[in-house]
């Protein structure tokens, strides 16, 4: 399948609990991680981008941001709000997650170019983000996603639909403090 209209959904609701302050105002480099997740969706092909948000509600430039009144129930409700919020005429969506500033734009575009109706990057042989979700299966993920887990539990349901990709850039997340100093010490 080729697709010509491919959302772009980042998922920043979070309150970064073990970090001590949401992630998505963090910056690494001048720029605001929740910034840097719309450049690289856009970068990578996707149009619009919805980025959802919670714990904290930063003004957003270039995308559409809901907010998840549920956020704090974890991943699995901001992963439902955002897939509610995208636009009927999205053929699928490449989720991605805040905290793994050094995702690549080629992983996004690898991810859309498989076709696939469901593609999940891969960095070393190992399943990462991002992942891309075709439309008929949105119903489906929003229905398996509970607490804090995302789209994992629709892919480990559904292993014969899902193409791996093996995608450039690092897949590192930013969890704690140390995880942040070790990236800006990059």
């Known amino acids: 399948m080729t697709y010509t209209k491919v959302a772009g959904l980042l998922l920043a609701a ?7 302050r949401p992630k998505a105002l963090l910056e ?15 970068e990578g092909g996707c149009h ?13 430039r270039r995308a559409v941001t809901v907010r998840n009144p549920d956020w704090a129930s974890g991943m699995g409700s901001s992963l ?18 805040v905290d793994q500033p050094f995702v690549r734009p080629e992983a996004v575009r690898a991810l859309i ?9 891969t960095y070393a042989g190992r399943r ?19 607490g804090d ?6 892919l480990k349901a559904n292993p014969g639909l899902v ?15 140390e995880d942040l100093r070790l990236l800006e010490a990059e």
Request: aromatic share 2%; proline share 11%; with cysteine.
């Open 113 to 121: 170019g498989s076709g696939a109706p469901v593609a999940a990057a």
């Open 14 to 20: 979070g309150q970064g609990a073990r970090l001590g």
């Open 28 to 42: 690494l480099a001048g720029e605001r991680l929740v910034d840097r997740g719309v450049r690289l969706l856009e």
């Open 163 to 177: 193409t791996e990709v093996p995608c450039p850039g690092d897949p590192a997340d930013i969890d704690t403090p």
């Open 128 to 146: 990462r983000n991002p992942v891309l979700i075709g439309r008929p299966h949105f119903a489906e993920v929003a229905a398996l996603a509970r």
């Open 80 to 97: 439902r709000t955002g897939l509610a919020a995208l636009p009927a005429e999205a053929e699928a969506v490449v989720i991605a997650l």
């Open 48 to 60: 619009p981008v919805v980025v959802v948000l919670g714990a904290a509600t930063p003004q957003v």
């Open 149 to 154: 887990v995302g789209a994992r539990p629709f």
